[in-house]
């Protein structure tokens, strides 16, 4: 499979068209972005750690019955995935009180929630993706009632098992960001990634930050971080 010419660069990945339409190859960048691009900077090394983690969990959330765009990895920085259009909804889930959670609702970061929290936003750079809920989703017309649905079965069964995987490193899964995309027939599956910049990973005993957090809020140590989630889960 290769390369051919690029059809779209983000943030953190660009994604190149193949000889086959029905699938693409996205390359991991090491650029890295906060506050919707206000924030620019590098973080060395990151773009081999996201590919390669986002990878494992697609790979394991497939056998738990969560269909992903993953197709093969090709290298350490390019994976082939499923050609999608990307439903414009930030899907977050939040097991714990941080981030935007905290400053809207006046929470202190670090205080469990009684119980998970799944939250929307409509993806639209213009408009800093803003905060909405499924009414909105729907009048919009940026899903329908069964998508909704099988969205949130499947984000329920992706906090479920990142939970329990990064638990057994002394991990918490603070929260976290997914994104589903349509096939050409239709089909919903998890698209995007799922690594330290879209999730918030506290140790265990210290809740020492282990993720993108430390880029956002300058506390040092970013490389160090996402390269200690990637050994505690023996990717490296
Ligand atoms: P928030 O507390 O800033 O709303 O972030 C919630 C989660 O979503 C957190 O794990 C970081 C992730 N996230 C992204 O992946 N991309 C984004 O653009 C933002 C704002 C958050
Ligand atoms: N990736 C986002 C951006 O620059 C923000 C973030 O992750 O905080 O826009």
Redesign the pocket.
Known sequence: MEKKQKLYEG??KKVYATEDPAVVIIEYKDDA?????VKKGTIVGKGVINNKMSNYVMKQLEKAGVPTHLVEELSNRETVVKKVSIVPLEVIVRNVAAGSFSKRMGVEEGRELLSPILELSYKCDELNDPFINDDYALALGLVTQEEIAIIKKYTRKVNEFLKKYFLDVGIQLIDFKIEFGRLANGMLILADEISP?TCRLWDVNTNEKLD?DRF?REMGNVEEAYQEVFCRLGLN
């Open positions: 943030k953190a972005t906060a506050f919707n691009g910049d993108k956002r």
